[in-house]
């Protein structure tokens, strides 16, 4: 399983999740997006109808519906009601429950660096973790290590 750390330096949360979100569901794959927070899950749900004038990502928040069809599921609980096989953590929280996934995308900024060092540490003594540690440049994001 892979887990990719997103240090938010350069770029918001608002607009880094999107692309990750796009770049999901043009593999063919599903997403649960997890946060603590009611508010931020909120804004969530609104930005992923309006990020771009051209598109939308068609999703739900968990309990709204048919969690089931949801290409893209925004929840409290890192439970894939979805069958997603990806996960994305925005609310700088690591949740150990996220390696159930093939992949999970743990978003942070620095408010929330010491918890996240803490979790790149402790998994990398998890035999098939695979990490990736990606920081914003100027010209992107760059993979770091």
């Known amino acids: 399983m892979q887990v990719d750390f997103y240090h938010l ?4 949360l608002a607009r880094a999740l999107p692309q ?5 569901l043009g593999s063919g794959q ?9 508010e931020q899950r909120g804004a969530i749900d609104r930005l992923l ?7 939308f990502l068609p999703h739900a928040c968990a309990g709204s519906g048919d969690d089931t069809v949801q290409p893209i599921l925004i929840g409290l609980e890192p439970a894939p009601a ?6 994305a953590l925005i609310d700088g929280t690591w949740r150990d429950e996220a390696l ?3 992949r999970a995308f743990h978003f942070f900024d620095d408010d ?7 979790a790149w540490k402790r998994l990398a ?3 098939g973790v695979e990490r990736r540690y990606w920081k914003q440049t100027e010209s992107g994001w760059e993979q770091a290590a």
């Open 125 to 127: 003594e998890r035999e």
């Open 9 to 12: 330096t350069l770029t918001p």
């Open 20 to 24: 990750i979100a796009q770049k999901v």
């Open 30 to 38: 599903r997403l649960l997006i997890v946060s603590d927070s009611e």
């Open 100 to 102: 159930a996934f093939e």
């Open 49 to 55: 109808w309006t990020y771009a004038a051209d598109s």
């Open 82 to 87: 979805n069958a997603a096989r990806m996960i």
């Open 112 to 118: 929330a660096i010491h918890p996240a060092r803490a």
